[in-house]
């Protein structure tokens, strides 16, 4: 069974352009998460979907990230404008439902310049 | 807002040698997880652990849950090199729709010497 999609690997923008990062979750995962993981730390989640809608965005910066989740399997991650502190490691996860264990993917590294 | 700490945050064993990593966290859940991240790698699921008293052990890895005392253990048996990696733990808030929302301890850098 295919794991959890990530791309690109990594990506270098200077500060104030825009990024996206794609993410293709384990087929049949009906609930996907976007975490940001600075280095050093433990990875705080950004965004839980539930099929195609929104379950919690709470720690999203809504001013500057934005994500989706078209057709309730693909989803994309967008920073815009980006800046230094940014820069971390996304993580997307995926699993069965929300009361199932949460696989992840191999992570986006992100560097702001 | 729940917080989750892990210690030690750096562990240096020799090969052989027992130790525990503890994971407190502040408010009620009865459901944990322990992962491991190895250098530039992703998370990599370890133990699922869904009620009070719940222990599951693979290999030389043995966790545990208390949710009285808000408390888990990762307890590593005759450390050998191959277990050297970040250790963290994460939370899932309790009840209703709220699962899957994991809140994540620092994490637990372990390092086994020869």
């Known amino acids: 069974e295919a794991g959890v999609a990530q791309s690109p690997r990594y990506k270098i923008i200077e500060k104030r352009q825009s990024v996206a990062f794609w993410c293709n979750p384990i087929s049949g995962h009906a609930t996907l998460y976007w975490y940001q993981q600075i280095l050093g730390q433990g990875p705080k989640l950004l965004i839980q979907?539930?099929?195609?809608?929104?379950?919690?965005d709470s720690q999203l910066p809504k001013d500057r990230f934005s994500a989706e989740r078209l057709k309730g399997v693909d989803s994309t991650l967008k920073i815009q404008p980006a800046k230094l502190e940014d820069s971390a490691v996304y993580l997307c996860?995926?699993?069965?439902?929300?009361?199932?264990?949460?696989?992840f993917g191999p992570g986006t590294r992100l560097t702001v310049t | 807002e729940l917080k989750v700490e892990q210690n030690p945050l750096f562990l240096s064993m020799q090969e052989g040698k027992n130790y525990t990593i503890y994971c407190n966290y502040s408010?009620?859940?009865?459901?944990l997880y322990w992962y491991r991240q190895d250098p530039g790698k992703s998370l990599e699921s370890l133990f699922v652990?869904?009620?009070?008293?719940a222990v599951k052990q693979e290999g030389r890895l043995m966790a545990s849950l208390d949710t009285k005392a808000r408390l888990s253990t990762l307890h590593i048996t005759a450390a050998v090199h191959d277990l050297s990696a970040t250790y963290f733990c994460a939370v899932d808030k309790a009840g209703g729709t709220s699962y899957g929302k994991l809140t994540f301890g620092q994490g637990t850098i372990l390092t086994v010497h020869p």
């Open positions: 979907f539930q099929n195609n809608g929104v379950v919690d």
């Open positions: 652990l869904l009620s009070n008293g």
């Open positions: 996860a995926s699993s069965y439902g929300t009361n199932y264990e949460q696989y």
């Open positions: 408010t009620t859940s009865d459901r």
